[in-house]
């Protein structure tokens, strides 16, 4: 997707029919001008910050083609990957190799659990600001009785090749890219603890957000977003919308994972999860798919947790919705709440006549409008009774904000209408339209905005 930069302000003009209507209400302003004025250019776009470029599909391909190295490297193993055995030494090698090729500064930290040494492995993308860090992370341990390919090698894996996504787009983004595969989770979260607690108060608090990927391909799945910071939380639902498939609150446990640790010290966290040994409901399953009444992942912590383990669409989804969320939280300047886009072009309204529209161009942001969207409206009009008012999303739906009223005389609508607009795409053409639906009285629209 190519995003053009375009105004969110465009500057006010009056048009010939603006005038005419400013005329006929006996509202003209001196400032007006002459109906014959030639027409304006279009205004050309400001230097407003550049949109975050759109993530990449991230190939699933890739991403099952490092699942089947884990796989082999257990095989290879004792059928393990697990804690203070050479599997787990041999997975963080093979992640290692790979980033280090695709340009990451990397660096492997130790610690001791249960008498072995354990491996974290740290990835730093070259670039962006270091006082704010994007860390993306996933524990790359399985239990000792298999493999963990879902669990959680789907999350290793899925990371792994956002990260190597990042270094193929050469991307430059605002934050300071950081990605992250701990050891010993399967003993207690201890990985990763041994990193959060490494890390001095001043380098935590440079940290604006944590992404935890832990079973993200079950092999009957549910889609889970963590229930953390709204922003994070908000990125991925955000995601989902756009594919139109549902997500639910995770509630398998919350403090479950990696991100437990990051979350205890302030880090803004979240997440992703396809669901471990809790029980797919009926209701689940209606809008899943997959079978009412099983476990989400039934080879959970067991040997049969192979690279059959996995759902490919799963895998599939959760992979671009890491890649989103990087791209989106790692690339800013985010497009702040109380974004105001406006046309304050006049459109005169015909009396007891055909509707009107006037338009706003909404680019640059993510996902889809809020749910408290607020519509700025100004009419000008002797009777507002004989007005209907709507506002129309880019897909043309229609949000009735006023009805007529053969008994409401006064004058003008000026007014904030707050619309539920979280099913509709943010970018594209808004409308206001405008009917006079009754002879006699007249006006215009004097302008209107959003606000997202
Ligand atoms: N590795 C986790 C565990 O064994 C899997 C898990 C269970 C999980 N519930 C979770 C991960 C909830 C994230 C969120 O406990
Ligand atoms: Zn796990
Ligand atoms: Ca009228």
């Not at 396809?274 to 399953?285: H, L, N």
């Not at 800013?332 to 406006?342: M, N, S, T, W, Y």
């Amino acid at each position: 997707m190519n995003l053009s930069s375009v105004s969110c302000r465009p500057t006010p003009r009056r048009t010939a029919v603006a005038a005419v209507a400013l005329a006929l209400t006996g509202l003209a302003a001196a400032t007006a001008p002459a109906a014959s004025a030639a027409p304006t250019a279009a205004p050309t776009a400001a230097a407003t910050a550049l949109a975050p470029l759109a993530a990449p599909d991230i190939p699933l391909a890739n991403v099952k083609a490092h699942l089947t190295q884990l796989q082999s490297i257990a095989t290879a193993n004792g059928g393990n990957r697990a804690h203070g055995r050479p599997g787990y030494k041999a997975s963080i090698d093979y992640l290692k190799a790979k980033l280090d090729a695709a340009g990451f500064t990397t660096s492997v930290t130790t610690f001791t659990s249960s008498g072995a040494t354990g491996y974290n492995l740290i990835a730093d993308w070259p670039g962006g600001d270091p006082n704010q860090i994007l860390m993306s992370g996933a524990h790359l341990d399985s239990v000792s009785s298999g493999p963990g390919i879902n669990d959680n090698g789907s999350g290793s894996a899925a990371v792994l090749e956002t990260a190597l996504a990042v270094s193929r787009a050469q991307l430059k983004p605002t934050k300071h890219l950081r990605f992250g595969w701990w050891g010993a989770e399967e003993l207690g979260l201890v990985g990763s603890k041994a990193y959060v607690n490494s890390l001095p108060a001043t380098e935590r608090s440079k940290f604006s957000g944590y992404l935890n990927f832990d079973m993200i391909g079950s092999p009957n799945p549910g889609y889970f977003v963590y229930d953390d910071d709204p922003a994070i939380e908000k990125t991925f639902k955000d995601y989902y919308a756009g594919l139109g498939v549902p997500t639910e609150i995770e509630t398998e446990g919350d403090g479950r994972s990696d991100h437990a640790n990051f979350k205890n010290v302030g880090i803004p966290v979240g997440g992703l999860f396809t669901g471990a040994s809790r029980t797919k409901s009926s209701a689940q399953a209606q809008k899943w798919g997959g079978t009412a009444g099983t476990a989400f992942d039934r080879c959970y912590h067991s040997s049969c947790d192979t690279t059959a383990n996995i759902n490919d669409t799963a895998l599939d989804r959760n992979s671009d919705a890491i890649a989103h969320a990087v791209w989106t939280l790692g690339s800013g300047p985010a497009v702040p709440p109380g974004d105001v886009h406006e046309n304050t072009t006049d459109v005169a309204v015909p009396d007891n006549g055909a509707a009107v529209t006037s338009s706003v161009t909404v680019s640059g942001r993510t996902g889809n409008a809020p749910a408290a969207l607020k519509v700025g409206v100004d009419i000008k009009h002797t009777w507002r009774g004989d007005l209907v008012v709507d506002l129309v999303a880019p897909d043309g739906t229609a949000y009735r904000l006023k009805s007529s009223s053969s008994s409401d005389s006064a004058d003008n609508v000026i007014a904030t209408y707050t619309v539920d607009a979280s099913s509709e795409a943010a970018n594209g053409t808004w409308k206001l339209r405008v009917q006079d639906i009754a002879a006699q009285d007249t006006g215009y629209i004097d302008g209107w905005k959003l606000t997202f």
